[in-house]
């Protein structure tokens, strides 16, 4: 069950990524731009207007695609986003940032 949730995640995630954007998600991570986090949801590091949209609108639609996930599988969403930002952080292509455990943002 913890691994079809976990392939849900990170299709949803990755359909995300491929939405139309001025800036994708894609792009951001590779310019050093947003970083993934343990919680699940990515982090804004450049902290300019298209940065800071591209993180609200990319942690919106996750939120919501983790509450779903969470109440077909009668687990919390933080559960869920938790699971999501473990495996995000593991996934992140090399140059991408990541914030570790201790709160401090890692080049990966």
Same mark, same amino acid.
């Given at each position: 069950?913890? =691994?079809t949730? $976990?392939?849900? @995640?990170?299709?949803?995630s990755?359909?995300m990524? *491929?939405?139309v954007m001025? &800036?994708?998600?894609?792009?951001?991570?590779?310019?050093?731009?947003?970083g993934?986090?343990?919680?699940?949801?990515?982090?804004?590091?450049?902290?300019d =207007?298209e940065? $800071?949209?591209? @993180?609200?609108?990319?942690?919106e639609?996750?939120s *919501?695609?983790?509450?779903k &996930?969470a109440?077909s599988?009668n687990?919390?969403?933080?559960?869920?986003?938790?699971?999501?930002?473990?495996?995000?952080v593991?996934?992140?292509?090399?140059?991408?940032?990541?914030?570790?455990?201790n709160?401090?943002?890692m080049?990966k």
């Amino acid at each position: 069950m913890m =691994k079809t949730i $976990l392939k849900a @995640v990170l299709l949803t995630s990755l359909l995300m990524s *491929q939405q139309v954007m001025a &800036l994708t998600l894609t792009e951001a991570r590779q310019q050093g731009r947003v970083g993934e986090t343990y919680s699940g949801y990515i982090a804004p590091i450049k902290q300019d =207007k298209e940065t $800071l949209a591209l @993180v609200k609108s990319i942690n919106e639609a996750r939120s *919501q695609n983790y509450q779903k &996930l969470a109440d077909s599988n009668n687990i919390s969403a933080n559960q869920v986003a938790e699971l999501a930002g473990q495996k995000l952080v593991a996934r992140a292509q090399a140059g991408e940032y990541v914030r570790g455990i201790n709160g401090q943002w890692m080049k990966k």
